[in-house]
């Protein structure tokens, strides 16, 4: 089992962007991206849809910060622009709701497996050498027995990543469970696509973010 982020950077490939807080050029598709309203106003473009030139920052809680209480925005946009009230809430929430969206579109496709046992069964029956990571997702409120263990279900698999920023009420949602502790995302594209934006969210969750190995 390597690290979420291992598997993230491993599999990223696309434009470089830059990072108006680090300086750091990054792939785009690790990186949140801004647009600005004809009113001036910085909001979230996670899906990278709206027009007009992007303002890129790292998903780190501190860098977003840094960039809307220093307005980072404005000399990234070359105007003066105002970053939309709540801005760091605002992207913390949208990448929840991309999160759970992504869960409910594996459950759609027969592509999500929760509750410990059949976690564990599908982990043993998944090949190894696969071009894509399944992604073992674990509540960050679990308890550290139930952590211990999954990181025991996660050494069986080398091709296995693990995050762990979504409570166990919200990986409830996607299954209609008041709380799951574990999940599993088939590998195929609908994890890759997960765990990008989980990597992400735990960026901005810092406090609740759980990326193993531990042991």
Known sequence: MTTASAHTERATVGPMRRCIVSGESRPRSTLLRFAVSDEGTVTPDLGCRLPGRGIWVEPRHE???VACDRNLFARAARRSVRPAEGLVEM???????RCLDLLRMARR???????HDNVSLAIRATGT?????????TASDASPRAVREADRLAAANADLARVGCLTADELGQPVDRERVVHLLVKPGRLAARFLQEATRLAGMRPEMAQETGRS
């Open 63 to 65: 860098s977003l910060r």
């Open 109 to 115: 496709a027969d592509q999500l497996v929760f509750g």
């Open 91 to 97: 992207v913390g929430d949208q990448l929840q709701r």
């Open 129 to 137: 050498g696969l071009s894509q990571p399944g992604v073992l997702v």
